[in-house]
């Protein structure tokens, strides 16, 4: 793995590009994936599908996942979900090794998970209302996120009632409402239109900012990637391996019109000549 | 160019939706088109009353029999056979089940043998369950219980296996304890699969009502219709077969309320 400065592709006027080692300001890595592996064992036969990878997310970052499909890219926020185990090597959260879920690390899953026979209010209340929180308490987060997230009309909704992108509103409302210390986010808008997926991508970025959680999210759409994350890590397709970490040298508040700036073009170029050669490889 | 449908184009499409004026009135037209069938044959002179009664020889029955209260008793006495068999299945079916098709361990304990014994005939039983529970209600319950648990069993299990796993991995990324799992997510997911369940067994509990009164009762629905053979009273088990199906049909109309009522947000 290598980690790219991008200074001679950018303009000079723009300095702002960093790496993972000279990273300025990043406080202690919080989440540490060391030497993960991960093979599938399906009758009999072993598939590999996260090959030794390390990554080390610091705090309050936004950390970007992208890769071919097939690539262990869910398999790897699964493991730091800690909804399957690594064949080898260590996940940790702080100082702690991810052992099993925990609400500490919420998910905003690929497909749909909202429970259909609760209502937005109360899919939102859910964890809240595992850890026995009271009422009176509840109805306050519940609320700031609903508000948050653009949902406080339809707090009385079933799931059934709304659109994909709703859901993954609300979805996003129910991981956030726990208050974890990571969010993890499996292409939560990979379902949507380019429409709604923009929109909702507005929204992330704003919520982001108000909360600045620190962010594991996957996605195979280069454009969110850059768009929303601070450094990005790039996979190789199966197995995967990260190829390459890069930061990304956009300042925030992001917003939809950088996609046409002269280091958001850059960026996408050296990720798209990356995948590009994965692509290839992968088809022989 | 933009031209309306015809009616006969909805009708011979595919799943197309038709008038609710039109599918009522093709419903209706179905039992006009039995009973006529049914009235030509018997007033006609086709068949001999002793074989098929007419519709008014029903009719006469069902007032025969409902005004010297017989009808009701043996109405009441069917009913609880029915009820209290299907209710001790459930009762224990539902959980059991939920329980066979979430962990693989009780799924390996009961599947094979659940499996063999649900494809037993419930009629080649009922001799063996005369012989050790005797010829009272018990016995009659024992049937339908023996007509329906393992078919509940099977079928809840496959509802609870169906309840996708990432809706349990969503909770536990919330906090839910594997008890708060079971209970607040496997469970309520299952909930409409297990009324469905439920309402289709039930259908089959009426089916085994029969079979239970037939061989071994002196009350019941099965029981007058075996008796009028004997006396040669077609009509009287015309009656029967008339009254069974219309509980039949009351039970499950009480079980789509249930579903509407408690699985609101699954329609
Ligand atoms: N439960 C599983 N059993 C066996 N193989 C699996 C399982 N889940 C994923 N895989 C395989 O592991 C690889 C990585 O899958 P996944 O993490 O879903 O990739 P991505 O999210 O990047 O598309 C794929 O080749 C997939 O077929
Ligand atoms: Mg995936």
């Not at chain 1, 799931?159 to 993890?184: E, T």
């Not at chain 2, 609710?20 to 209706?28: F, N, P």
């Not at chain 2, 209260?69 to 224990?92: D, E, N, R, Y």
């Not at chain 2, 077609?234 to 309320?257: E, P």
């Given at each position: ?284 | ?223 007058i219709s075996m008796k009028a053979m004997r006396g040669f009273q077609v009509d009287v088990i015309f009656l029967a077969i008339a ?25």
């Amino acid at each position: 793995m290598s980690v790219v400065q991008l200074q001679r592709e950018t303009s000079p006027a723009n300095a702002g590009i960093g790496s993972a080692t000279s990273g300025a300001g990043a406080t202690e890595p919080r989440l540490r994936i060391k030497d993960v592996r991960l093979e599938y064992s399906t009758r009999g036969k072993n598939v590999v599908a996260i090959d030794n990878i390390s990554i080390d997310v610091p705090d309050n970052q936004f950390a970007v996942i992208v890769g071919p499909s097939g690539c262990g890219k869910s398999s790897l926020l699964y493991l730091v979900a800690g909804l399957a185990e690594p064949t080898s090597g260590e996940i940790l959260l702080g100082d702690e090794e991810v052992d099993g879920p925990g609400p500490d690390r919420g998910m905003v899953f690929q497909s749909y998970t909202l429970f259909p026979w609760l209502t937005v209010r109360e899919n939102v209340e859910f964890g809240l209302k595992r850890r026995r929180m009271p009422a009176k308490q509840r109805e306050e987060i519940v609320n700031r996120y609903l508000n948050e997230t653009g949902l406080a009309a339809f707090h009385d909704a079933y799931p059934k009632q709304l659109s994909g992108g709703m859901m993954q509103r609300v979805a996003i409302a129910r991981a956030l409402a726990n208050d974890p210390k990571i969010l993890l986010m499996d292409e939560p808008f990979g379902a949507l239109d380019s429409q709604t997926r923009n929109s909702m991508q507005k929204l992330l970025l704003r919520v982001w900012e108000e909360n600045r959680k620190t962010v594991l999210f996957v996605t195979h759409d280069i454009d969110e990637a850059i768009l929303l994350g601070d450094r990005i890590y790039v996979m190789t397709a199966r197995p995967g391996r990260l190829k390459e970490e890069i930061i990304v040298p956009i300042p925030r508040p992001r917003s939809m019109d950088m996609v046409m700036d002269a280091e958001f073009i850059a960026v996408k170029r050296r990720i798209l000549d990356l995948l590009k050669n994965e692509i290839k490889d992968d088809e022989h | 160019m933009a031209r309306k449908r015809s009616l006969i184009d909805a009708c011979l499409t595919p799943k197309s939706e038709v008038p609710a004026g039109l599918r009522y009135a093709v419903s209706t037209l179905t039992w006009l088109v039995v009973i006529g069938l049914w009235s030509l044959a018997t007033y006609g002179g086709f068949m001999k009353d002793i074989f098929l009664p007419s519709p008014s020889a029903v009719i006469g029955a069902f007032f025969r029999l409902f005004e010297d209260g017989t009808l009701q008793q043996h109405i009441w006495a069917s009913l609880q056979v029915v009820v209290i068999g299907f209710l001790i299945s459930s009762l224990i079916a539902v959980p059991l089940g939920l329980l066979m098709g979430t962990f693989r361990v009780v799924q390996a304990g009961l599947e094979p043998l659940v499996n063999f014994i649900r494809y037993l005939p419930v009629t080649s039983f009922v001799p063996l369950f005369i012989l050790w529970i005797g010829i009272g209600i018990e016995q009659r319950i024992m049937v339908i219980f023996f007509g329906t648990f393992f078919q509940q069993l099977v079928m809840i299990a496959d509802v609870s296996r169906g309840v996708s796993k990432d809706l349990l991995n969503a909770s536990y990324t919330l906090g839910a304890s594997r008890r708060d799992a079971l209970l607040h997510v496997l469970t309520p997911a299952a909930l409409p699969g297990i009324v469905d369940t439920l309402r289709i067994t039930m259908g089959w509990a009426w089916t085994y009502l029969v079979v239970a009164e037939l061989v071994a009762a002196s009350s019941g629905l099965g029981y007058i219709s075996m008796k009028a053979m004997r006396g040669f009273q077609v009509d009287v088990i015309f009656l029967a077969i008339a009254v069974i199906g219309l509980l039949g049909l009351f039970t499950d109309t009480v079980f789509r309320l249930v579903r509407l009522r408690l699985v609101p947000w699954a329609n």
